[in-house]
């Protein structure tokens, strides 16, 4: 079982950016395609971002319009979501997912583990 902890999370203005982290153990990480996922309050979880096992292939939701990146590091066993021009919508609890395989998970089933999330409040 893959473990996964995210970071990066915090208060920004509209406009500026961040970068999520998260860092995985407990598995080999190039084994698995990564996602991220974020849940704004009295919404349901909303599909962000994923990339393949290494890194050559991603897929974002239409609704990040080229705003938000993901990459990941096999060496440091780690997956990033760099985020810019954040708007207040943005606002949610944005949590690391671990595909079932090293392919490029699209879809919710596509996922096996997940971290705890990681904060993020935009504010206009």
């Known amino acids: 079982q893959v473990q996964l902890v995210e970071s990066g999370g915090g208060l920004v203005q509209a406009g500026g950016s961040l970068r999520l982290s998260c860092a995985t153990s407990?598995?080999?990480?190039?084994?698995?395609?990564m996602g991220w996922f974020r849940q704004a309050p009295g919404k349901e979880r909303e599909f962000v971002a994923a990339?393949?096992?290494?890194?050559?292939?991603?897929y974002y939701a239409d609704s990040m319009n080229g705003r938000f990146t993901i990459s990941r590091d096999n060496a440091k066993n780690t997956v990033y979501l760099q985020m810019n021009s954040l708007k207040p919508e943005d606002t949610a609890v944005y949590y690391c997912?671990?595909?079932?395989?090293?392919?490029?998970?699209?879809?919710?089933?596509?996922?096996?583990?997940w971290g705890q999330g990681t904060q993020v409040t935009v504010s206009s």
């Open positions: 997912a671990a595909g079932r395989s090293g392919g490029l998970p699209t879809v919710d089933r596509h996922f096996g583990s």
């Open positions: 990339i393949s096992w290494n890194g050559a292939s991603t």
């Open positions: 407990g598995g080999t990480f190039s084994n698995y395609g």
